[in-house]
């Protein structure tokens, strides 16, 4: 079912499965010969979440050369690579906490943070804060299911359940956020699932919400003309048959916004950040992983890191 302004979804469904998805493939790279990352807990809470589809490949009993065996060709990107692009993704944004973190900076703000467990395995100052914001469903099942583990944050970790629909910002005062002081602020895989109008909006509010010295890390994903918008439908169909195939059910297509939106680095620019843009390729290569070729997927997307 497409995406409508008021949907809803679970870790299982919808876009809340490209959480687990995500996960497992954090669980994949972290299994990999040379890791980049190190995510023990990705594969637990895609177990808990309980689609057999990405508990067996976030277990190993699924590998990637599984899924991309007889491929066609016509998907936007085999597993395998997707798997290295989480490495890549995950690297990026672990690494921007750290510098921020070096710079002085002591509150960060993880929107929409999913099955992300960066306040359990990143090592954090003794004074740092951290704010998880996602919908309440998704704060309550990790925090239940790392607490089932024995797992205990490694940070004040503050979390905020709310829907980034609604007033986010009041929700993260209450919880305790200090708007004066510089923050540190994350949307990882977030932008392509919100319309161009919201992806607007939602970079206005960080900006309003951030003191000087804050540093922001986000994704900008393509604008997507309406000629070539059937293009990637029709190669995010190809992916979602082959998932098909291995028993897991959903249209990719249908999660996405599509259409003309700001380019991310002009827009901060234009509001007073400093940016730095690093293309897909340029950081698989830092990190040691083939790059991609140009129509594979998610290689014209780029990455963000911005300073006010």
Same mark, same amino acid.
């Given at each position: 079912?497409?995406?409508?302004?008021?949907?809803?979804?679970?870790?299982?469904?919808?876009?809340?499965?490209?959480?687990?998805?995500?996960?497992?493939?954090?669980?994949?790279?972290?299994?990999?010969?040379?890791?980049?990352?190190?995510?023990?807990?990705?594969?637990?809470?895609?177990?808990?979440?309980?689609?057999?589809?990405?508990?067996?490949?976030?277990?190993?009993?699924?590998?990637?050369?599984?899924?991309?065996?007889?491929?066609?060709?016509?998907?936007?990107?085999?597993?395998?690579?997707?798997?290295?692009?989480?490495?890549?993704?995950?690297?990026?944004?672990?690494?921007?906490?750290?510098?921020?973190?070096?710079?002085?900076?002591?509150?960060?703000?993880?929107?929409?943070?999913?099955?992300?467990?960066?306040?359990?395995?990143?090592?954090?100052?003794?004074?740092?804060?951290?704010?998880?914001?996602?919908?309440?469903?998704?704060?309550?099942?990790?925090?239940?299911?790392?607490?089932?583990?024995?797992?205990?944050?490694?940070?004040?970790?503050?979390? +905020?359940?709310?829907?980034? /629909? *609604? =007033?986010?910002?009041?929700? &993260?005062? @209450?919880? #305790?956020?200090?708007?004066? !002081?510089?923050?540190?602020?994350?949307?990882?895989?977030?932008?392509?699932?919100?319309?161009?109008?919201?992806?607007?909006?939602?970079?206005?509010?960080?900006?309003?919400?951030?003191?000087?010295?804050?540093?922001?890390?986000?994704?900008?994903?393509?604008?997507?003309?309406?000629?070539?918008?059937?293009?990637?439908?029709?190669?995010?169909?190809?992916?979602?048959?082959?998932?098909?195939?291995?028993?897991?059910?959903?249209?990719?297509?249908?999660? +996405?916004?599509?259409?003309? /939106? *700001? =380019?991310?680095?002009?827009? &901060?620019? @234009?509001? #007073?950040?400093?940016?730095? !843009?690093?293309?897909?390729?340029?950081?698989?290569?830092?990190?040691?992983?083939?790059?991609?070729?140009?129509?594979?997927?998610?290689?014209?997307?780029?990455?963000?890191?911005?300073?006010?």
């Amino acid at each position: 079912m497409p995406r409508t302004a008021d949907d809803t979804w679970d870790l299982a469904s919808s876009v809340g499965a490209t959480a687990t998805m995500v996960a497992a493939a954090r669980a994949v790279a972290t299994r990999a010969q040379q890791p980049v990352i190190n995510d023990p807990f990705a594969e637990p809470l895609v177990r808990a979440v309980g689609v057999d589809f990405f508990t067996r490949l976030a277990s190993g009993e699924l590998t990637p050369a599984d899924l991309d065996t007889g491929n066609s060709g016509e998907s936007p990107v085999g597993m395998s690579r997707f798997a290295d692009g989480m490495a890549a993704r995950t690297r990026f944004f672990d690494d921007f906490f750290a510098a921020a973190v070096d710079s002085g900076v002591r509150q960060a703000v993880i929107l929409a943070s999913g099955l992300d467990a960066r306040g359990y395995r990143l090592t954090w100052p003794d004074d740092m804060t951290l704010f998880e914001i996602d919908q309440p469903e998704v704060i309550e099942f990790k925090a239940t299911t790392l607490a089932g583990l024995g797992a205990r944050p490694s940070t004040e970790l503050k979390t +905020v359940p709310v829907d980034l /629909r *609604n =007033d986010w910002p009041a929700a &993260l005062a @209450e919880a #305790g956020f200090d708007a004066t !002081a510089p923050t540190a602020w994350i949307a990882e895989g977030l932008l392509g699932y919100l319309p161009p109008d919201a992806q607007d909006r939602l970079l206005d509010t960080i900006g309003e919400l951030s003191a000087p010295g804050s540093r922001l890390a986000v994704e900008s994903v393509p604008s997507h003309h309406e000629a070539d918008q059937e293009e990637m439908r029709e190669k995010m169909q190809a992916s979602t048959d082959t998932w098909r195939s291995h028993g897991f059910d959903l249209d990719f297509s249908e999660l +996405v916004f599509l259409g003309d /939106r *700001n =380019d991310v680095v002009d827009y &901060l620019r @234009e509001r #007073g950040w400093t940016v730095e !843009a690093t293309p897909t390729n340029d950081l698989l290569v830092r990190y040691g992983l083939q790059p991609l070729d140009s129509d594979e997927g998610f290689a014209d997307v780029v990455y963000v890191s911005a300073a006010k």
